[in-house]
């Protein structure tokens, strides 16, 4: 399956779930439940996600490319392969360095 919604008991290549667009970023949805969601999200080189927070911790996973994500304005390279914790209610931001891709992981709390 290269693109689109993802199914249950279906195998995914986490790279081709979502695909690059010129100036802009395209995400997906993987799974929602009450607990949390998981989501795939392709950014285009300069693109980024202005300081906003989140009232649960989220783990972020670098599929593809390089970014820089701010938490509480320290500021985190990342590079494929690396993950990072956003913690719940601390200011974040990110920008793509390069086209990049991320699978964002939101846990809710009790």
Known sequence: MKQGKSKVGVVVCLEEAVSYQENAIVSQEIIRKSTGTATI??????????????????LVYIVDGKAEIFIAGVRHAVTKGDYIILPANKP???????KFKMMLIMIKSD
């Open 41 to 58: 999200f392709a950014f285009d080189r300069d693109q980024g996600l202005s300081e906003h927070t989140a009232p649960f911790d989220a």
């Open 92 to 98: 974040h931001a990110l920008q793509a360095i390069e």
